[in-house]
C-alpha cells in the first residue's frame, strides 16, 4: 500500500564518487537522524562493508547504537553534553567531537578528541576564546588530539570563505599551542561539491551520500550523484465528483468541473507535509496535483479525466528521472528543503531495501 524504497547500492555509488571527487581526503558519511531516514542500521552496515572511512552521527547513542550493530569502522559524534558516558565511549572506541570545556574537562583518559571551532555559524563549537584554553588543556591532558573541525554557514560565498580563513588560523594557533590534530575537517556535501581548498583530510557528507543536492536551487549533476529514496503508494480509491465539491479539511479545494478524485493512503504521520497541496505526484506516467489538505493517513489527487484504477501506483517522489517528483520538489511545496522531506518520511511506511 505504501512503501519507501532504498537503493544501496546507489548511496555506495554516491559514496564512492564523492570518496573520487575529495581525491585523496578521507569521506565521512554521516548517518545521523536514521541516515537522513534512509535507515541507519542498514546504510550503516552497507557502507562498512564497503570499506566506508568514517560515519558520523550527531548524538551518542547514535553511535553506540551502531557499535552494538556490529559497525568496526571509525565513528564520531558532535552533539555532547556532560552527562553522556564518555568511559562506555572510549571503550567503544568512538571518538568525540568536542564544543565545550565542560565536557572536555569531563573525558577520561585516551578519549580520541575532535574539538570543534565555531568559525561563524553560531551554533556549536568553541568561541575564539574558549578555544585557547581548550588547546591548552588538550595539550598538557591524557586525550588524543584526533582532529580539528567547524562546519560553514553557507550563508554566501564569501561567509564560507571568511570561515576557512578562520579554520586555517585555528589550526595555526592549535600548532602554536603544541596540538597537532591528525585530522582537519571543514566541508560538509556543499564544500565537498563546490569548495576543493576546504576538503583537508577529510570531508564530512550526509545530502550527497544520499544522491540529493545541498543547493536549494541547484539539483545535482545526475552524472556525479543519485538519489536513493523512492517513496510510492497505491491509489486505494477513486471516485468521480461534479464540479463544485469540497475535497479534504476545510475545503481548500472545491472541484471545478466534473472530475476524478483518487485516495492515497500517505499522510502527514507519514512525513507528507501537511501544506503540500499542489505538489505533483506521479501516475501511469503523468504528473497530477495533490488537491486540499493533506491528511494524517491519506491525501487526494485531482486527475482529472484520466483512467486510474484502484492499485495504480503513485510515485510521490523519486530520482527525477522519467518525470518522477522529487525531494527537493515535495520541499518547495512545502516552504522547505530535502534534507527535511527525506528525515522525516516514514511513520507507518515500510523501508524496502534494493543492494
Ligand atoms: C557537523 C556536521 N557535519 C556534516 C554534516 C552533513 O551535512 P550535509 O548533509 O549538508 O552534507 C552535518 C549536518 O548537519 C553536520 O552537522
Redesign the pocket.
Known sequence: MREIQIDLAVILKNYRKLKELASGSLV?A?V?ANA?GHGMHEVAEALDDAGVDYL?V?DLNEALELRMAGIKTNILC?ILSPEDDFELAVSQNIEL?VSSLEVLEGLPEGAKVHL?VDTGLGR?GFTQGDFGKALEFLAESKLYPEGL?S?LS?ASEGDDLAQLELFEKANVMALQKGVNFKLRHLA???A?LKHPQMHFDMV??????YGLS?FEDEPVDPGLLQPAMRVVANVVNVKRVPKGQGVSYGYRYVTKMETTLVLVPFGYAEGMPRISENHEVLIQGKLYPVVGRVAMDQFIVDVSDAKIRIGDEVVIFGDGQKGEPTAQSLGESSGSIN?EVVTRIGGRAPRVYKI
Open positions: 565521512m554521516v545521523k537522513y558520523g550527531a558532535w567531537g570543534k556549536n573541525f562546519h553557507n560538509a556535501s556543499a565537498t564530512r557528507c550526509g545530502i550527497a551520500v545541498p534534507y
